[in-house]
T-cell receptor, first 114, second 109 residues
Framework: DTAVSQTPKYLVTQMGNDKSIKCEQNLGHDTMYWYKQDSKKFLKIMFSYNNKELIINETVPNRFSPKSPDKAHLNLHINSLELGDSAVYFC?????????????FGEGSRLTVL | GQSLEQPSEVTAVEGAIVQINCTYQTSGFYGLSWYQQHDGGAPTFLSYNALDGLEETGRFSSFLSRSDSYGYLLLQELQMKDSASYFCAPKGATNKLIFGTGTLLAVQP
């Protein structure tokens, strides 16, 4: 049983389109995250939710909108996709927001914008 | 402000020992994590140091000096499967883990 699962694994789309990535964790964790990893492997936090409440919101264009319907799910919707949005997006979870530095990552969703 | 420095690439041979250094600057500091990421895979947690000193987990050890804002990951008895990127990630204010571009370790036969 996968602990943190995200779909789709691959996404190829045209500029200007809107797309969503879904994430679910079955670990019973309170906190979930979205990270973006670019082609140079730079891994940067985008958002974090603790028990459905937004607690970290980095400087991310407002075309990116996270949604957490419950603490086991955190989805990412991206409007008006741009070439620079091409990256691997990782969902992650942790026991809670103040736990040790252990995050559990999903397998990633590779987004390619043409 | 915040910054993170670790070497971009390290090469070592099978069976050897390698040390990957990390210096950081964060607003607030709770501890230092290390993650391993194989090409095409997800980052996986290796260790977390909240206090000064050395923590050992099998072939891997991690060290932290809070006063020097410095840590390292030590990998012993290197195996080919250890070829991967290694990220140090300090935990700063707001309990946020800060990653960077990591260190690409290439283990050669």
């Amino acid at each position: 049983d996968t602990a943190v699962s995200q779909t789709p694994k691959y996404l190829v789309t045209q500029m200007g389109n809107d797309k969503s990535i879904k994430c679910e964790q079955n670990l019973g964790h309170d906190t979930m995250y979205w990270y973006k990893q670019d082609s140079k492997k730079f891994l940067k936090i985008m958002f974090s939710y603790n028990n459905k409440e937004l607690i970290i919101n980095e400087t991310v264009p407002n075309r990116f909108s996270p949604k957490s319907p419950d603490k086991a799910h955190l989805n990412l919707h991206i409007n008006s996709l741009e070439l620079g949005d091409s990256a691997v997006y990782f969902c992650a979870s942790s026991q809670d927001a103040s736990s040790t530095g252990e995050l559990f990552f999903g397998e990633g969703s590779r987004l390619t914008v043409l | 402000g915040q910054s993170l420095e670790q070497p971009s690439e390290v090469t070592a041979v099978e069976g050897a020992i390698v040390q990957i250094n990390c210096t950081y600057q964060t607003s607030g500091f709770y501890g230092l994590s290390w993650y391993q990421q194989h090409d095409g895979g997800a980052p996986t947690f290796l260790s977390y140091n909240a206090l000064d000193g050395l923590e050992e987990t099998g072939r891997f050890s991690s060290f932290l000096s809070r006063s020097d804002s410095y840590g390292y990951l030590l990998l012993q008895e290197l195996q080919m499967k250890d070829s991967a990127s290694y990220f140090c990630a300090p935990k700063g204010a707001t309990n946020k883990l800060i990653f960077g571009t990591g260190t690409l370790l290439a283990v050669q036969p």
